[in-house]
């Protein structure tokens, strides 16, 4: 009997966020189209602000520590990984392009059939609007498709036609942030498998085929960016970057009570809440912070440190709905916004999203995947799961089968990239 049984693939996704590094290695099953994860591993994130690399070597360490704690649960050596890009240098904007359909074999006399290599045409023409010379496309989403002239279709494979128009969302990132991005990466002896639009990664892991066709602004609040994905009708109709996040918070809280970092994020964990009308002034939580010195301690209640935190997130609602209304009327959203991200844990923010959105929000949770013990996983791993999901359409291979011997390579490349980094600080 033939087996037609396909190989499990092993795929590994790269979240390197400006706060933490995330690696997820999951076992892809191309049959039932389902995951496992085998391996996940959390490093704090040095060499990136606002989500762009400014230091290649630290960020490569970071890298390789993530990497390293997540080959340690499995026997698989990565050898490359699918990454996610965010910064504020990434823009989106919308390409249409007709091509002629061609006549396949030579007794056709009718409208020929529009099959898989026409729609590739046809993207590869919209891909080629000039999107600046610094600048690359990193995706190209086909939003609605016309054959002739008939109204929108969503799937023109198999129709009859003459000319098949294709409008687009093109989405850009400028290419010396992409390389250096690259670069940390390659530094670690990993390929670049795939880049991902973080958003659009988080969005693969949160959201549902019902909220993206309901419409929906899923809202990803990391440490050093807020990235915004807005779908309508099932297709993404903006995503965006703005550089305020949960980071900017926490330097707030520090510059505001004179403690340090360390200290500001503490607390902001915590006892933070992004409403103050629900950090009640009866219900106030005494909180004893170091100062700057570390030596003295100051004294503030949960109230008082909402109240500069709400101004924060209110600022960055404030920012995010203007970007959004750029392009969409919020209400005509009926799925409302989803927030994700580690940001999404703060306290309050549903309360703080009705007084600025106006429309209903819910926290996102990355959807949930076989392995580690079925465990859910905050919205910080959006991004990261979201990139499993992109790994597995990219073909080309991303393990070697070993037992445990890459670790010890892992082990030296750490070695000697710290050794470089003492001999420099
Ligand atoms: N319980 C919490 N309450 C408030 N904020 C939180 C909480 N947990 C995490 N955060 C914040 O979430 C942020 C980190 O989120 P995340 O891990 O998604 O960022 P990142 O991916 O490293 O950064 P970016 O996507 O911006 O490059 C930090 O600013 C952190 O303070
Ligand atoms: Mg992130």
Known sequence: MVNTMSENRIICGLDIGTTKICAIIGEYNPDNNSYKIIGIGKSPSHGLRKGIVIDIEK?????????????????????????????NHIRSLNSNSTITISHKGDDVIHDAEI???????????????????????????????????????DNPVGMSGNKLTINALIITATINNVKNLVRSVQATGL?????????????????????????????????????????????????????YAGSIITRDIASLIQTSFIEAERIKT?????????????EKVDITVKSLNGKDEIKLNSHQLSLYVEARIEEILTLSKTEIEKYIDIKKLSGGVIFTGGGALLKGLNEANKKIFGVQSQIG??????????????????????????????????????????ITIWDKIIDFFTNIIQQFF
């Open 270 to 282: 915590k006892y933070a809440c992004a409403s103050t009308s629900l950090s009640n002034k009866n």
């Open 115 to 153: 099959d898989e290599s026409d729609i590739e045409r046809a993207l590869d023409a919209v891909k080629s609007i000039h999107v600046g010379v610094d600048r690359e496309v990193i995706h190209t989403l086909p939003q609605k498709y016309f054959v002739d002239n008939q109204k929108e279709i």
């Open 59 to 87: 960020t490569t360490k970071s890298i390789l520590e993530a990497l390293r704690k997540a080959q340690k649960h499995t026997e698989h050596t990565i050898t490359g990984v699918t990454i996610g890009i965010t910064g």
């Open 191 to 243: 390929n670049v498998n795939g880049i991902v639009l973080e958003s659009l990664s988080s969005a693969e892991a949160v959201l549902t085929k019902d909220q993206k066709e309901l419409g929906v602004a899923l809202i990803d609040i990391g440490g050093g960016t807020t990235d915004i994905t807005v779908y309508q009708d099932g297709d993404v109709k903006y995503a965006g970057v703005i550089e």
């Open 365 to 406: 949770y990355p959807n949930r995947l076989l392995g580690l013990e079925n465990k859910d996983l905050n919205p910080e791993y959006s991004t990261a799961i979201g990139l499993l999901h992109w790994a597995k359409k990219d073909k080309r291979n991303q393990v070697i089968r070993s037992l445990k011997a890459g």
